[in-house]
């Protein structure tokens, strides 16, 4: 079957992008040796590698080479007349960096053919000295690319910034190759911690890269590297220093607070006047907690508000209780203490309330945590309240994030969310319009809404 990985809207679309080949018995589709300029895909046919390795229908040529744009190893010919889907470099660049489960569908394509076994055993799992030599092998061609990048941007080349980003999107690439070829976490975790080390001579040379790689705990929650989130990019120079945090910056992951937050606020707006009760769920997250707490202070809307921040520490909701006041004397503003991961209902301690806040939380809990807080919140609120939870979609940039930069995220689809709320009782019942990865989303009651 072509691509099963990809559901049929997604499979349509992608092949939609490519354009039909007809080649005979015995044609070349392409030379060992020469750049791939495009990716090809058998819908018809058998294709034979030089070596006698045969690939057919749903096989995949040229991905991984494409990508890093190196010659392909050996000539490939038709075995028979074929139906070939094709690729340009520039439109499978495209698709993979736009979507992860289609870049996942392309490499699992090629790595699982007979011709990449050997590719995909030594990423996967045929021993720890296989692992090695091909780690060793990817790290040592990432120190080149950078090599050659930084020369080109100290002489001005207009091609150098092209060339940094092939080295980037390559890390990306091969993470996700990773992936796609089941390496065991440990020998992965092992492989990612080799990489960073080798290449952090060159990573650190952008200053936000640097307080991101010498971060500890979550990536969000760390004062030093919300600091350095804060501040804008300023000229270092160094090119090369330059040119890489601009492209970190770019991230979409890295960006979801300038637009979750704001989101999150908005959709906080009671439809009808007068008082309304909100509460922030602030575990953990102590910058997401602030700028909440900003954001609702400055929201004209809100100014009959009263907002109670939750921590699990009583002492960090009354930290962000006190900046409250400091931004808005006319609100509400009080402290509570309740743990995500308590069993206990916290209605008692709590009261209820017209809206439940939980700003990116669920991205770095187990399901069965989620199910738990979620089904306590529920319990909190009025009849016809809401919860408005923000958190990460999957994307291509998890893969930098977590294993490059060490921001463990668990991304979760769409469809995967709506069971974890369908577990708690509540019913998602809109979404805010963010870029992605950004996901915030709206659930109430589903008693509430049958009554």
């Known amino acids: 079957m072509i691509f099963p990985e990809l559901d049929s809207t997604t499979r349509t679309a992608v092949l939609a ?35 006698g390795t045969v690939l057919g229908e749903g096989r995949i040529v040229g991905a991984l080479d494409c990508v890093r744009g190196a010659p392909h190893a050996g000539t490939i010919r038709a075995s028979s007349d074929c139906l070939l889907d094709c ?30 076994a050997a ?14 030599e091909s780690i ?176 699990e520490q009583q002492a960090r909701g009354e930290q962000l209780a006190g900046l409250g006041k400091g931004y808005n004397s006319g609100q509400e503003w009080s402290a509570a203490e309740w743990s995500v991961a308590q069993s206990k209902s916290p209605v008692a301690e709590l009261g209820c309330f017209d809206i439940v806040l939980v700003p990116h939380l669920l991205e770095f809990l187990p399901s069965r945590h989620i199910v738990r807080m979620l089904t306590g919140i529920r319990e909190l609120l009025k009849p016809g309240g809401r919860v408005l939870v923000s958190t990460l979609s999957p994307g291509d940039d998890a893969s930098f994030l977590d294993a490059v930069l060490g921001w463990p995220t668990i991304r979760r689809p769409r469809p995967e969310l709506m069971e974890l709320f369908l577990a708690a009782r509540l019913a998602i019942v809109g979404e805010a319009e963010c870029p992605d990865p950004a996901i915030v989303i709206t659930a109430m009651d589903l008693e509430s809404m049958a009554s």
Request: hydrophobic content about 45%; overall charge negative.
């Open 119 to 132: 590719r995909a055993e030594t990423l996967g799992g045929s021993g720890e000295h296989g692992h090695a």
């Open 87 to 116: 690729w340009d470099r520039g439109t499978f660049l495209e698709m993979i960096g736009g979507d992860a489960q289609i870049a996942r569908a392309f490499f699992s394509a090629e790595l699982g053919a007979e011709r990449g």
């Open 17 to 51: 992008r490519s354009h039909q080949k007809n080649l005979e018995s015995g044609g070349v589709v392409c030379e060992g040796g020469q750049s791939v300029g495009s990716v090809w895909m058998v819908r018809q046919g058998i294709l034979t590698e030089e070596g």
């Open 136 to 311: 060793r092998q990817l790290v040592e061609e990432a120190k080149h690319g950078f090599r050659l990048a930084d020369a080109a941007l100290r002489r001005g080349e207009a091609s150098a910034m092209e060339g940094l980003h092939s080295v980037l999107d390559r890390m990306v690439t091969d993470l996700l190759a990773w992936d796609s070829a089941r390496m065991p976490e440990d020998s992965r975790r092992t492989a990612v911690h080799f990489m960073v080390e080798e290449l952090e001579p060159y990573l650190v040379r952008s200053p936000l890269v640097a307080a991101l790689l010498r971060h500890t705990g979550p990536i969000l929650g760390d004062p030093v590297v919300a600091e350095a989130l804060g501040r804008p990019a300023i000229d270092s120079g160094d090119e090369l220093g330059n040119a890489l945090e601009a492209w970190v910056r770019a991230r979409p992951g890295l960006d979801v607070l300038n637009h979750t937050d704001a989101a999150m606020v908005q959709s906080s707006v009671p439809e009808a006047s007068g008082k309304v009760e909100i509460m922030v769920l602030a575990s953990g997250m102590v910058h997401i907690g602030r700028r909440i707490v900003m954001r609702l202070a400055e929201c004209s809307a809100l100014e009959a508000a009263s907002i109670t921040l939750v921590a």
